[in-house]
């Protein structure tokens, strides 16, 4: 296997790992956030540590949840 050919499948494990990595938990946050719109506030968030944009949307589907539970304890 040539260099280029080394090269590519080294790019390709790297967008692959690199892509799930993005794609799990924005998945596990629209699962969350569907629950919410559909009234169901009985379910643990997962919230994921850090200063990125996944993390932040991660927290804020908490505040979220946690808001519309109270709304509908009201």
Same mark, same amino acid.
């Given at each position: 296997m040539?260099? $280029?050919g080394v090269a590519l499948l080294l790019g390709f494990l790297l967008f692959y790992f690199i892509s799930a $990595? =993005?794609? /799990?938990? =924005?998945?596990?946050?629209?699962? $969350?956030l569907a629950r919410i719109?559909?009234?169901d506030t009985d379910f643990p968030?997962? =919230?994921?540590?850090? /200063?990125?944009?996944i993390s932040r949307l991660t927290r804020a589907a908490g505040v979220l /949840?946690?808001?519309?539970?109270?709304?509908?304890?009201?």
């Amino acid at each position: 296997m040539s260099f $280029s050919g080394v090269a590519l499948l080294l790019g390709f494990l790297l967008f692959y790992f690199i892509s799930a $990595s =993005i794609a /799990k938990p =924005i998945s596990a946050v629209e699962a $969350s956030l569907a629950r919410i719109s559909d009234g169901d506030t009985d379910f643990p968030t997962e =919230i994921i540590a850090g /200063k990125d944009e996944i993390s932040r949307l991660t927290r804020a589907a908490g505040v979220l /949840k946690q808001n519309v539970a109270e709304a509908y304890r009201l």
